[in-house]
């Protein structure tokens, strides 16, 4: 057996690989809060072959304004603005069998720009910070196979409201 040295933070196993959780410190608003702790929704995303008519009728019936695409592998290509999408179809820009792929913003991934890991033990803090520079985040497993949801700094707000922070 092997000996822990005993720190302030505590070490969780997620998956079978060590995720490290340091305390809340003072100024932190969101009192070491995380992710999971949000209560999203199950994600929902489109394939990147799917009909623009069919992920515009999908996105009001969910009540969503961005949406991931996902290619075969089920792994994040970018995302669909519906908003702007909506505005393309009924200025007659858009025809109703054109897929998502087509009108998709796709997500950068440069050595400049890293995929920011975003999973349900990352603290708010974080995610906090990283919607300062992006409209949403997509939180996925750790190996970043599957989404498993949406985050908007809505989000936030309403989880501050709710908890009295």
């Known amino acids: 057996m092997s000996a822990e040295t005993t720190t302030s933070s505590s070490t969780h196993q997620l998956n079978g690989a060590a995720q490290e959780f340091l305390p809340a410190t003072p100024g932190d608003k969101y ?52 908003a702007s999408l909506k505005e393309k179809w009924e200025a007659g820009k858009a025809n109703p069998d054109d897929k998502v792929s087509q009108y998709m913003t796709k997500f950068k991934r440069t050595s400049t720009e890293p995929y920011t890991l975003i999973t349900p033990m990352t603290p708010l803090s974080d995610l906090e910070e990283f919607l300062k520079t992006n409209l949403f985040a997509l939180v996925t497993d750790s190996s970043r196979k599957f989404v498993l949801g949406v985050a908007t700094a809505h989000d936030l707000e309403e989880f501050v409201s709710r908890r009295g922070l």
């Open 31 to 82: 009192r070491g809060a995380v992710v999971e702790d949000l209560q999203l929704a199950p994600a929902f995303s489109l394939p990147f072959n799917e009909s623009i008519s069919r992920a515009i009728e999908l996105a009001y019936e969910r009540d969503f304004s961005h949406i991931p695409v996902l290619d075969r592998s089920r792994r994040p290509l970018g995302y669909l603005d519906v």
